[in-house]
């Protein structure tokens, strides 16, 4: 991706959470010169990765294919240090802006419209071989438990959620406008924890076209000793 794509997508994103009242931590804002002043104090942030991630999966088309996301907590099970068993994040959808099927091994995430247009899910049960099974699957929206066909698309709108499962395939996409997608999840890990049935790049290769306005969750400098 180019740097001048991911920075006018957080701008876009900021402006985004603005509109929605969502209000980010003050670390979301902050730039390379302010990042350099931080020390042992924020390892938090940098040792969980917490903060904007953006990707467009290796794929060059990130409105079509890609995702903004800001994670706001998260634990690691990388490190004793970090206790905490759970991950919240953002994912900022763009209008038909899709991501692609995938699931995850371990870890259990709830998806929540929080705001926007309408949030469109396909589900799938993976099958023994991690492809697409044709079984029917079960659904938990909100509390309410019910099957549907493989393949079928779940809409949520705003204020609706589904809880996904490990082994769950899910593609995700927003309809009619832009949606504030909430994400409360165990602890997440997007080194190992993520299958995506076409294989893709998770962390983009940057060409920095013009200075970076952010940092992304792998591009924290060390801490100030
Ligand atoms: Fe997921």
Redesign the pocket.
Known sequence: MKRSEINQAIDGGIAFCKRMNFHLPPFAYWSLAEWTTKGHEYDEIRDNMLGWDATDFGLGKFDEMGGLLFTIRNGNHKSDKYVKPYCEKLLLIGQDQVTPY?F?FAKM?DIINRGGGELMIQVYNADGDEQLADTPVQVNTDGHIYTVEAGAIIRLTPGESIT?PPYLY?KFWAESEAVLCGEVSMVNDDTVDNRFLEEVGRYPDIEDDEPARYLLCHEYPPALE
Do not use: M
């Open positions: 995938h995850h995430e996904l899910h």
